[in-house]
């Protein structure tokens, strides 16, 4: 059973609710250890003393912040003090539109459990009326030494917590990237063109199809590197598009995913597409190897692109 990372009160009006938060998400990143090249020693990160050379102990340790002049010391416990929110209390100051809050203000999801069996009425009312009503309760709350500005919203039968960009933190896109488009605006045959692909690329979402491809690579890797041999690197990535060639892309791209649909109804045609895209994260010799075990003729033929689409419709089948 997961441990919470935070517990404490959550309350809206008059109502209190003693609640714990958990970690809703897991990364599965493959992680490495630094060694030096030609060696198998490690490479650890120490706190060293810049002036003396040696190491110091965490607790020896204080914050500074440099005001250009001196530093000026602040001690750990200084900051909890100042804290907002000692009482380790989720105070809701009001109840908004979820349909409002742009998707961009979203950052960590977190899953908010009762802390205690008597408290689940409690609990289960707040979901029920939020699921009902659409909306997300705003707040904030410290937790390890940080504000947080969050969300709390009901998801299949509990509550959620979502943490919040502040509004500061959200970078304006039209300084930040160069070239974005201003002028100029696509003809109607090539914004008619478009529309054709994406809805002939339409797909229910199924967050199953689709898997961290990059992490199998890399554990692969690790095997091939321990028996000795030796692996097929990625293909390059696709060339630009460019303006002139863009109908005739658009064009030969609605023709390819239409295609599937002269075998099979919409719903089984979004499924194979969606595992032909995840396919084609593989590399050529990859899909071949598959496609020679799946028993596909003509694959000596088929470029990368033909090999992935015909597995995939042989995996549906």
């Not at 930040?176 to 002028?183: A, G, K, N, S």
């Not at 994260?281 to 598959?290: D, I, P, S, V």
């Amino acid at each position: 059973m997961a441990r919470p990372v935070w517990s404490g009160v959550l309350s809206f009006g008059l109502v209190s609710l003693p609640v714990s938060l958990y970690t809703a998400t897991d990364s599965h990143t493959i992680h490495f250890h630094q060694l030096q090249r030609g060696t198998s020693d490690r490479i650890r990160n120490r706190r060293v003393n810049e002036r003396t050379g040696k190491e110091v102990e965490l607790e020896e340790i204080v914050k500074g912040f440099d005001t250009g002049e001196e530093y000026v010391l602040v001690e750990p416990k200084e900051l909890d003090e100042i804290a907002p929110g000692r009482s380790r209390t989720i105070e809701i100051s009001g109840f908004v539109d979820l349909d409002t809050v742009d998707p961009i203000f979203f950052d960590k999801t977190y899953y908010l459990g009762p802390k205690g069996k008597e408290y689940t009425k409690v609990y289960g009312l707040l979901e029920q009326a939020l699921e009902e009503s659409n909306r997300a309760g705003i707040a904030t709350f410290v937790m390890r030494g940080r504000e947080y500005l969050l969300a709390l919203k009901a998801e299949k039968g509990l509550l959620a917590v979502h943490t919040l960009h502040w509004s500061d933190e959200i970078r304006d896109p039209h300084k930040e990237i160069p070239d974005l488009p201003t002028t100029g605006k696509a003809s109607s045959g090539e914004l008619k063109m478009a529309h054709q692909l994406i809805d002939a690329l339409a797909i229910d979402w199924r967050p199953k199809d689709y898997h961290d491809v990059y992490q199998e690579k890399v554990a692969a890797l690790i095997t091939a590197k321990q028996a000795g041999e030796t692996v097929e690197k990625a293909e390059p990535a696709p060339k630009a598009t460019g303006t002139v060639d863009l109908m005739d892309a658009l064009r030969a791209s609605v023709e390819r995913a239409r295609s599937p649909k002269d075998t099979g109804e919409k719903a089984s045609t979004s499924t194979t597409r969606a595992s032909s895209w995840s396919l084609r994260a593989l590399t050529k010799a990859e899909l071949y190897e598959k496609a020679a075990k799946a028993g596909i003729r003509g694959r000596s033929g088929m470029s990368h692109d033909e090999l992935a689409d015909a597995l995939a419709g042989a995996k549906r089948s």
